[in-house]
């Protein structure tokens, strides 16, 4: 369990986290979501231990990471989002080298390394050079890395930008067999519908301060309403008029939405028909609409 107990952090001057507090419970995955310089990066390597927070703490299966750092990181995997690794230097040798620091002698190092490299689909690539190695490998050496200690908590920090499609299918089955394993995963990232996919609860950070925590489920409950998708070959100041008369109307392109539109489809489809409609159908609200609806009212 993962516990972010009153964090607040300043680099000089500027206050980058503010009295930030959530937990991460044992089998459940956590979306932390918020803008660039929102203070994700900077919350989640406070607490695996790499930068100290002015104020508050963190809490590793009960163990603080400020005043217990050596028993609290054992039991913590992390995955950054530009993993930093010494270049010249084959995989398999780097690993062994870095599982000496967990009291893990050369030859069960080596074999834990092959099997851990199977793991995360490396297999094959041990005695490549770290500098040969792709964003995304990287990425999965770090993460093997990360299970040396086998940690009941981990950290995914933005692990799928860069990746291709099946480096983040990769990741997001990686979580869920966590998940399902009863770890505790908080799971950073830009790409909103891969959070939705997975996690159980969002929470969303905005200018350093922790503006609002949800459950999936609520999230989807408050998304119910329905709005309708007019695609038209041409839009017109008069179509747009007509649409208005339905609901609030955005505009994008040749698309109009009309927001939690009341109107049968049928009867918008047969009014807005003089415009020569292409597509017409209704649509609903997912996480990124919910997240910008949240950090508006900030």
């Known amino acids: 369990m993962i516990q972010i107990e009153n964090v607040s952090k300043n680099f000089g001057k500027r206050k980058v986290l503010d ?28 607490a695996v231990g790499t930068i100290s927070p002015n104020s508050g703490d963190v809490y590793i299966d009960g163990y603080s990471i400020t005043r217990e750092k050596k028993i609290a990181s054992r039991n913590i995997g992390w995955v950054p989002e530009f993993p930093i690794f010494e270049q010249d230097v084959k995989a398999l040798d780097y690993f062994v080298y870095i599982a000496g620091y967990y009291g893990i002698s050369a030859k069960e190092a080596t074999e834990l390394g092959k099997k851990l490299f199977e793991e995360v689909g490396l297999s094959g690539r041990e005695k490549d050079k770290l500098a040969n190695y792709s964003q995304g490998m990287k990425k ?14 981990f950290l995914f ?11 983040i299918q990769f ?12 770890k505790a995963i908080l799971f950073s990232s830009h790409i909103l519908a891969e959070v939705e996919a997975i996690a159980d609860k969002v929470v969303f950070i905005h200018k350093g301060k922790i503006v609002k925590v949800s459950t999936i489920d609520e999230i989807r409950r408050s998304l119910t309403s329905k709005s309708l998708r007019v695609v ?11 649409a208005s008369k339905f609901g609030e109307v955005e505009v994008n ?8 539109c009341k109107a049968d ?5 047969n009014v807005m028909s003089k415009y020569q409609v292409l597509e017409i159908g209704w649509t609903t609200g997912n996480l990124e609409e919910y997240f910008f609806k949240v950090i508006s009212g900030v």
């Open 171 to 182: 990741f997001r089955d990686m979580a869920l067999k966590m998940k399902r394993e009863g």
């Open 19 to 46: 009295n930030v507090s959530f937990s991460v419970n044992n089998g459940e995955i956590v979306g932390f979501v918020g803008l660039n310089g929102a203070g994700k990066t900077t919350t989640i390597r406070i």
């Open 140 to 153: 999965r050496f770090a993460l093997a890395v990360s299970l040396i200690s086998n940690p009941k908590n």
């Open 232 to 242: 038209l070959s041409n839009i017109t100041k008069e179509a747009i008029e007509e």
């Open 253 to 260: 392109g040749n698309v109009i939405i009309i927001k939690d």
């Open 157 to 167: 920090d933005e692990v799928l930008n860069g990746l291709d499609p099946q480096g």
């Open 265 to 269: 489809l049928t009867h918008v489809s």
